[in-house]
């Protein structure tokens, strides 16, 4: 035992050290941003905003409870602030403390228990999102460390291990909300013994307990507030949970090397049926192994390490909308012990080989693309310092240059000369107005990797880290994974005065508040919307033609030139309209037109404020 926990941590430490100085990836930002706030107010880190999509919103809402939050918290109070090597070298624990838990469950299931940890260790999920600040590996490590603990309690019928296990189970739960799948997997466990069975309700009563504190002492119920972004953001629709159940099965197959599960005859409908969508085999092979694993373990559910992977899966369809490979993590480890019991020692050595190997390939491809944000973020750090820099883009783009001073982009907002727009085409675009000027490009960076693997790319197919890309666990391309740009907001006086929505000058002109051209003919404004027109050569009436459908509690309009409002009507029924002014002349070359609604509103899945809809504006 003693040689297999030093040999263990000594692979795990092979696997981080060399990405130590790992740029900030993903949703670390989300983290470090309650972390910072924790300096504030230590028992409540997630009693903050932040810049979501273009939107601000209250992190009690964000997907995870507080646990990772305070340990960077702790890292923070400790250093001198954020500094990459050390902060992913405090995280070296949580993958000791997997590996470890991983290797105590393996002797007690597993025939080559030493076996069956490495191939854990070898899962790619483990390997590439080690090395972020993200709670899935810390959330594994607990689940592990929890289920470890309750098997050896139930074994030995051990209060002691159990309290300890229920303690783990405590901090699995304010560490991700999908700690309450232990409840069913270990209270079938401890079928035998009535006091574990009660012990396995912690992760529910930790979480309950932890949103009543919240509740109290801030007036906000943090799963309440997630589900309201739930529905808000669209994340629950049917399509996206389907993809992310496709998604999900495909992972399945690369928990282990997909070779220690080749599918039975049962799986082979599900991979004709997927080669339909996709003719590719890595996406149609991958859903029959992940199908087959599920078969198997349906045909053995007696078995507790397949009740393990059947509830927790059936549990992650029902959990997640994004369908990303980290979910799944918590049953590597039944999956790698269950390959241990069927397949040849050989075939696991050679398995074993082949997951390392692919698994530090993605690995570095992943390194190379926080990289290229942390180089593109330190070659305009003069420009950041210099002019008000926005930020159109997320992940460690977003936080290497808010660390320069740049400031997240709100949607509808304008940009105005002089000011800079960092944007990434692989991030969710936020729709923004020029300012009535236009952009110049100042700098470009294409990331990408020579390594032919993609786990997100531009034109990848990789459902990796979300479906948004696509389907597949993650693809062989050459690709580039995201094309970088600043650009400089440059003046440009208005050319037109009558200006239809559909009119090419027209993103020119808009200031604030208009979004994107739809249907060829008309946009959708915000509450307040600011628009600059030429003034004409002699007094005309400004006229604003619009329409309020059906949906908008919008009803009365304004319209104001120069900051001064020169036309007002509320209206009783939604239509089409026209309001107007009397003749005006405005001074000099610039006319600005403010329109403003009563109110806005927003639909599920669209995450911008609606107010009516433009078609026309202008002096006529």
Not at 74 to 95: C, D, K, N, R
Not at 223 to 252: D, R
């Amino acid at each position: 035992m003693r040689r297999q926990l030093i040999l263990v941590a000594l692979v795990v430490l092979a696997l981080r050290l060399p990405f130590l100085n790992q740029a900030l990836q993903g949703d670390d930002v989300l983290y470090l941003t309650e972390a910072a706030h924790a300096q504030i107010e230590p028992l409540h880190p997630k009693h903050t905003s932040y810049v979501f999509m273009g939107r601000d919103i209250d992190m009690r809402g964000q997907s995870h409870p507080p646990l990772n939050a305070w340990f960077l918290a702790l890292l923070l109070a400790a250093g001198q602030g954020v500094a990459e090597i050390p902060f992913h070298a405090a995280y070296l624990l949580f993958s000791l403390i997997a590996a470890f838990s991983a290797l105590a469950l393996a002797r007690c299931f597993s025939p080559y228990p030493l076996l069956a940890t490495l191939l854990f260790c070898a899962t790619p999920t483990f390997v590439i999102n080690g090395t972020s600040l993200e709670a899935d590996l810390p959330f594994a490590a607990l689940w592990l460390l929890s289920t470890a603990l309750y098997v050896f309690a139930v074994d030995r019928k051990s209060i002691s291990w159990l309290i300890a296990s229920a303690a783990a189970m405590a901090l699995a739960a304010l560490t991700a909300y999908q700690s309450i799948l232990l409840v069913p997997i270990l209270f079938l466990y401890g079928r035998k013994w009535r006091l574990a069975q009660m012990a396995a309700f912690t992760p529910v009563a930790a979480l309950i307990g932890w949103n009543i504190f919240e509740r109290l002492s801030t007036g906000g119920l943090p799963a309440g507030i997630l589900a309201n972004y739930m529905t808000t953001y669209g994340l629950q629709v049917l399509t996206q949970k389907m993809k992310s159940a496709v998604a999900l099965t495909g992972h399945l197959a690369w928990l282990v090397f997909p070779a220690l599960w080749i599918p039975s005859l049962y799986a082979l409908p599900f991979a004709i049926g997927a080669a339909f969508y996709d003719l590719n085999p890595l996406f149609w092979g991958s859903i029959g192994v992940g199908a087959g694993i599920l078969v198997w373990c349906g045909r053995h559910w007696r078995d507790f390490l397949a009740q393990w992977v059947l509830i927790f899966f059936a549990g992650a369809l029902v959990i997640f909308f994004a369908g990303s490979a980290r979910y799944l993590l918590p049953i590597a480890l039944p999956i790698a012990i269950l390959a241990t019991q069927r397949a040849p020692r050989w075939l696991l050595l050679v398995s074993l080989a082949c997951g390392f190997a692919l698994s530090l390939a993605l690995a570095a491809v992943n390194y190379q693309h926080w990289e290229g944000y942390r180089q593109f973020a330190r070659a305009l750090r003069e420009d950041a310092k210099s002019k008000r820099l926005w930020i159109n883009g997320e992940w460690g783009l977003r936080y290497y240059f808010e660390s320069e001073g740049g400031l997240a982009l709100h949607q509808g907002q304008a940009i105005h000369p002089g000011e800079m727009v960092v944007s990434s085409k692989l991030s969710y675009p936020i729709p923004f107005s020029s300012g009535g000027g236009v952009l110049a490009t100042v700098a470009q960076r294409t990331v990408t990797s020579s390594i032919p693997l993609r786990i997100v790319a531009l034109e990848g197919r990789s459902s990796y880290s979300t479906t948004m890309f696509g389907l597949r666990p993650f693809d062989i391309s050459r690709a580039p994974i995201d094309q970088l740009s600043s650009e400089l907001m440059i003046e440009r006086k208005p050319a037109l005065t009558n200006l239809p929505m559909n009119a090419p000058a027209a993103e020119q002109q808009i200031v604030g508040g208009v979004y994107q051209l739809e249907s060829g003919q008309w946009r959708w404004m915000s509450q307040v919307a600011t628009i600059l027109l030429k003034p004409p050569d002699q007094a005309e009436p400004l006229t604003v033609q619009f329409t309020i459908p059906a949906a908008s509690p919008a009803r009365h309009v304004t319209i104001a030139l120069n900051d001064h409002a020169v036309a007002s009507q509320t209206y009783s029924a939604p239509g089409a309209y026209s309001l107007s002014s009397s003749p005006l002349k405005p001074d000099g070359d610039t006319a600005k037109l403010t329109i403003t609604v009563d109110k806005s509103f927003s639909v599920p899945g669209d995450s911008r404020q609606l107010g009516i809809i433009l078609t026309y504006v202008g002096f006529r």
